[in-house]
Structures are given as structure tokens and as C-alpha cells.
């Protein structure tokens, strides 16, 4: 955060009103000491409560943003989100959908994109699928999903689809933190998607009628998840020689004292087993969670 900065745009918003100082501190439930040291660019040594609450009197908005290396943060979370995305438009066409990643609109002045639109021919359903790498503000992410499907019959007519109903889906990384603040927002969530991710799965195979839901997708690399340290495994020397298990096995395999235990069939060896998520999520072998 610029000091500075934040304490000439709250100056320049109290002036905009006609407040002084003391106007401002009284609206906030604060001193018009607080008032003054933030205007004067020590907005750091005030609590962040303290300048939600002056910003919030002032019909304002706080916000908070990270910065790092220029534009490689952006890419990174792009990167997740691009993840997400690539996995659901390989799953929807997998099930005969009509699939437009970021479908841009313009719309009776509104604009904005829509980073899935789906359309199935044979129902002719329009698909609304909002995709977050992290769970962002949730009710300006609930208000933007309401205005996309409010104007998704509009956006199909331009693409000449027959829409009989406006279904949507939002779509997460499934990780404990991503879990927890959406459970923190459930009962607002499923008003307008109550269906899970087990519900989801089985709707996009078969849609019929509008839909509204979460799914959440396994093994994202999540921008929510937080690092873990893992124990650190020592091993135990051993007084009769080298050992032929565990640490001692590799040791001694290495210093040519040792058997080398043949390689298992169809193990190459390598991490990770090479295969595409929205491959395995096309055909089914993720374990769903609802």
C-alpha cells in the first residue's frame, strides 16, 4: 500500500462532502486524531479495521492487492485458471456441447466475457460456467454471475441458438481452503446453486431444464493452497554394516554393496503419471466430491 497515496484519495473524498476531520471521525466512530495521521501518509501504523471503517463512511471501497515481479503474478494465477478452463471445455464437448471459452458481450450497453458459454443442441440449453482459480469476493462474483445469465438468451440470439432454458455452473480447485470460505457463504451459494459436484457431473452428461451448481475439480494447482512442509525423513546408521532397506538400500545400491531390486512391470520410475487433467476428467477417473 502507498501511505501517501491512500491518504490524499481519503483527504480528496472529505473534501468532496464538505466534511472536516472531526465529521468524518464522528461518521466513522473514530478519533480525528486517526483522521489526521492517515491523511498525513501514516496509514500504516493505523489498524486495517480502522481504515475499512473511514473508507466505508466515506461510501468508499477498501481493497487489497499483491504485486510481484511485474506481470508474473497475473500469469501465474491466469495459469490456474487457464487449468480449470481447458479441463471443463474438453469435458462439456466430451458430452456434445456447443463450447465458446471467454465469449465476450455487448449487450444493451452492458459489457463484459463470460469465461465459458455452452450451448446443447439437442435440448437447447444455454450453459453459463464461471470459472475462479481462487474464491475471490463472493458477493460481487455472485452479482456478476446473476447479470450473465440475466443476459445469456440475448448473447445466444446473436449466435442464433434456440434457448429453452439458462442454466450455470461454477467451477473451483478442490482444496480445504477453497472448501472452507465457500462453506463460510454456503446458504447464499445454493440459492442459486444448490447442486454439487456429483449432481454436476451427472447433469452435463444429461442436461434437462435449467441447473444451477458447484463442482469442484481435483489435483488444480490452486492459488489458494497454502505451502506445506512435509517431515523430513532421517535415517538411522547402522553398526553391523551397510543396511540392504530403506536409506541404507540406496546407499549401499549406489556404492555397489548391495542388490539392485528389479524394476516393477509398466513403472517407469518418473513422478507423476503424465497424464492430462482434463484428460482423466473426461473419462471419469477422478473420484467426485460432492
Known amino acids: ?15 468532496r462532502r464538505g466534511w472536516d476531520q472531526a465529521t468524518l471521525a464522528a461518521r466513522a466512530g473514530l478519533s480525528q486524531a486517526s483522521v489526521s495521521r492517515c491523511e498525513g501518509g501514516a496509514a500504516r501504523d493505523l489498524t486495517w479495521r480502522t481504515l475499512d471503517r473511514l473508507v466505508e463512511a466515506l461510501d468508499a471501497k477498501l481493497t487489497v492487492s499483491a504485486f510481484w515481479q511485474g506481470e508474473a503474478l497475473d500469469r501465474l494465477l491466469d495459469a490456474a485458471h487457464a487449468e480449470i478452463v481447458e479441463a471443463i471445455v474438453r469435458l462439456l464437448e466430451s458430452h456434445g456441447w456447443e463450447v465458446i471459452p471467454e465469449a465476450t458481450f455487448s449487450i444493451f450497453g452492458e459489457r463484459g466475457s463470460i469465461d465459458i458459454l455452452a450451448f446443447h443442441p439437442a435440448t437447447g440449453i444455454v450453459l453459463v460456467v464461471e470459472v475462479k482459480s481462487a474464491v475471490p469476493d463472493m458477493q460481487g462474483m455472485l452479482a456478476g454471475i446473476d447479470r450473465k445469465v440475466r443476459l445469456a438468451p440475448a448473447i445466444a440470439r446473436e449466435r442464433k441458438w434456440a434457448v429453452t432454458a439458462v442454466a450455470r455452473l461454477l467451477v473451483l480447485p ?22 454439487g459436484t456429483v449432481e454436476a457431473r451427472r447433469w452435463l452428461a444429461g442436461p434437462d431444464g435449467a441447473f444451477g451448481g458447484v463442482m469442484f475439480l ?5 492459488t489458494d493452497n497454502r505451502h506445506r512442509v512435509g517431515r523430513k525423513r532421517i535415517a538411522k546408521r547402522s553398526s553391523a554394516g551397510p543396511s540392504t532397506s530403506g536409506f541404507g538400500a540406496r546407499r549401499a545400491q549406489n556404492q555397489g554393496l548391495g542388490p539392485r531390486s528389479e524394476a516393477r512391470p509398466g513403472h517407469s ?5 503424465g497424464i492430462r487433467v482434463a484428460d482423466r476428467l473426461s473419462s471419469g477417473e477422478y473420484p467426485s466430491s460432492g
Open 218 to 222: 481435483p489435483n488444480i494447482r490452486s
Open 174 to 195: 478442490d482444496s480445504t481452503t477453497t472448501r472452507r470460505r465457500l462453506a463460510k457463504h454456503a446458504r447464499t451459494v445454493r440459492q442459486t446453486m444448490p447442486a
Open 1 to 15: 500500500m502507498d501511505p501517501v497515496r491512500f491518504g490524499l484519495a481519503l483527504r480528496a473524498l472529505r473534501r
Open 269 to 273: 520410475g518418473a513422478p507423476g503419471t
